[in-house]
């Protein structure tokens, strides 16, 4: 009787310690799945390839920092700037029009140039480079379209940023950026202030030795040139987006840029006309590019239908 009765009280114990286990095991299971939370967050790459060219994704990359936006715009690819003679090249092709949030820049391409020299690349969301434009912009010429994006932030409410960047290469370098965004559900407002400096030089050495009858015979030269060439930009721009309706918005911007370029150049050199004439020659260049540069634009967009 005393081993029946110990057996049916083993028997409970096993019982008991079977359920609680089954209890913890499916308590686990659920935790386990409540649990199983996927996060997804998307990186654009800094080039991406469409149909209609390639767009540069310039912000919060390291292209931007501390740079203007033509030096941003001479590292894309495709890209080539001749600063001596004031062109842009797409693809090898020349004429390329040059937009801004989709609106087309109607200045000379050295006044261009010195306009994206003086912006900042913090203010640049993106940058596309279309050898194909889509019919929704209004482009001139056949050798494609720069259309440079400005950066917009949507975050309710008021935000800011500011950034200051230094740098020493052959001389002194800076850019400093401030930009503030007021969003509301039916009103965006923003703003930038970019100021940059660069003061660079640089030094040319030249021998040659040629015959000039005219002169007398041969002839030997030696040429030196320093240059000091300072950059001064400062950047402004201003803009809002005003949503009437549902389907229809009110928008403009304001993008004035002014410009400051002193040169001061030393030009030596020594003519030697075999066998005894000696002429030297000695000139200094003060030089000082002032520009000042206003672009504007008043827009009306409505939505007609679904994709229009």
């Known amino acids: 009787m005393k081993h029946a009765f110990l057996t049916i009280l083993l028997g409970l114990s096993l019982l008991s310690a079977w359920s609680q286990r089954g209890k913890i095991d499916t308590t686990g299971l659920k935790d386990t799945v409540q649990m199983q939370?996927?996060?997804?967050?998307?990186?654009k790459p800094p080039v991406q390839q469409t149909a209609a060219g390639i767009v540069v994704n310039v912000a919060n990359t390291i292209l931007s920092r501390g740079s203007t936006v033509l030096e941003v715009l001479e590292r894309s690819p495709g890209i080539i700037i001749d600063r001596r003679n004031n062109n842009i090249t797409l693809n090898g092709k020349e004429g390329v029009m040059i937009m801004l949030d989709g609106r087309l820049m109607r200045m000379p391409v050295s006044e261009v140039m010195t306009l994206l020299q003086g912006m900042s690349a913090d203010d640049i969301e993106k940058i596309e480079l279309l050898t194909t434009p889509p019919s929704k912009y209004d482009a001139e010429g056949s050798a494609g379209l720069i259309n440079i994006i400005l950066k917009k932030d949507r975050r309710r409410g008021t935000n800011g940023n500011?950034?200051?960047?230094?740098?020493?290469g052959w001389a002194e370098k800076g850019v400093a950026n401030l930009s503030l965004a007021h969003n509301t559900p039916g009103l965006n407002l923003y703003g930038s202030y970019s100021y940059s400096h660069d003061r660079t030089y640089s030094d040319l050495y030249i021998t040659s030795s040629q015959v000039f009858p005219e002169l007398g015979g041969s002839m030997s030269v030696v040429f030196m040139d320093t240059t000091r060439v300072t950059h001064n930009n400062q950047t402004m721009t201003a803009g809002l987006e005003a949503r009437i309706t549902q389907?229809?918005?009110l928008g403009a911007n304001l993008v004035y840029s002014r410009s400051s370029n002193p040169l001061f150049a030393i030009n030596n050199a020594g003519y030697n006309v075999l066998p005894d004439s000696l002429l030297s020659f000695r000139g200094q260049i003060?030089?000082?590019?002032?520009?000042?540069?206003?672009?504007?634009s008043l827009?009306?967009?409505?939505?007609?239908?679904?994709?229009?």
């Open 299 to 308: 827009w009306l967009e409505r939505k007609l239908t679904e994709g229009k």
């Open 286 to 296: 003060h030089l000082d590019n002032k520009w000042n540069n206003l672009v504007s």
């Open 162 to 168: 500011l950034s200051i960047t230094g740098g020493y």
């Open 247 to 249: 389907k229809t918005t």
């Open 37 to 43: 939370v996927a996060v997804v967050r998307g990186v």
